[in-house]
Antibody, heavy 119, light 108 residues
Framework: EVQLVESGGGLVQPGGSLRLSCAAS????????MDWVRQAPGKGLEWVSY????????YYTDSVKGRFTISRDNDKNFLYLHMSSLRDEDTAVYYC????????????WGQGTLVTVSS | SYVLTQPPSVSVAPGGTARIPCEVD??????VHWYQQRPGQAPVLVIQ???DRPSGIPARFSGSNSGNTATLTISRVEAGDEADFYC???????????FGPGTKLTVL
């Protein structure tokens, strides 16, 4: 069974930093590209970042470029999102998501971890 | 920026057919995916690549497109289908995934 388990969320002050982790199991991690997707309270889904299997192709949504860094450890089956210079508008549930490889669809999602940016 | 357009809400009686549209620019060049998100839960992929139903998704769910609009159709709607539904495309020119704003399906 595919499992994606996020951790690392919490309360952080504006301007602060946080690192999210996603533990992947139940599938061959190195065979899949991965994404982070977030959802602000009461709002819709917003794609944040993408990383391919080899970590040599990485994309970000414009609002997080220069502040967030996606990475992965294929030996440990972990996906990461390092977030810095956090803003109020970064408050959201952050989902770890597996790219199916079929035109970018996401076929598995974690349960999410809540990041709250507030003073 | 590339935008997908969905109505905020759709209502349907139990046993009826719900049609949720998603307006997509240059749809012929795009594969459209659909997700169901029940309150407090993670999204679930219900249609991928415009027409295909992943394993485990009931045949009551189907996808289509016409003109610049992709449509998720749910037949014989049940109370348990009530959820938010999002369309999604990969926009290759900007190298961005793009989600629609979501449609809340209410079963009357």
């Amino acid at each position: 069974e595919v499992q994606l388990v996020e951790s690392g969320g919490g309360l952080v002050q504006p301007g602060g930093s946080l690192r999210l982790s996603c533990a992947a199991s139940g599938f061959t991690f190195t065979s899949y590209n991965m994404d982070w997707v977030r959802q602000a309270p009461g709002k819709g889904l917003e794609w944040v970042s993408y990383i391919n299997r080899y970590s040599n192709t990485i994309y970000y949504t414009d609002s997080v470029k220069g502040r967030f860094t996606i990475s992965r450890d294929n030996d440990k089956n972990f996906l990461y999102l390092h977030m810095s210079s956090l803003r109020d508008e970064d408050t959201a549930v952050y989902y770890c998501a597996r790219d199916s490889g079929l035109a970018g669809s996401v076929d598995s999602w974690g349960q999410g971890t809540l990041v709250t940016v507030s003073s | 920026s590339y935008v997908l357009t969905q109505p905020p809400s759709v209502s349907v009686a139990p046993g009826g057919t719900a049609r949720i549209p998603c307006e997509v620019d240059n749809i012929a060049e795009r594969y459209v995916h659909w997700y169901q998100q029940r309150p407090g839960q993670a999204p679930v992929l219900v249609i991928q690549s415009t027409y295909d139903r992943p394993s485990g998704i009931p045949a009551r769910f189907s996808g289509s497109n016409s003109g610049n609009t992709a449509t998720l159709t749910i037949s014989r709607v049940e109370a348990g289908d009530e959820a938010d539904f999002y369309c999604h495309v990969w926009h290759s020119p900007s190298e961005h995934h793009v989600f629609g704003p979501g449609t809340k399906l209410t079963v009357l």
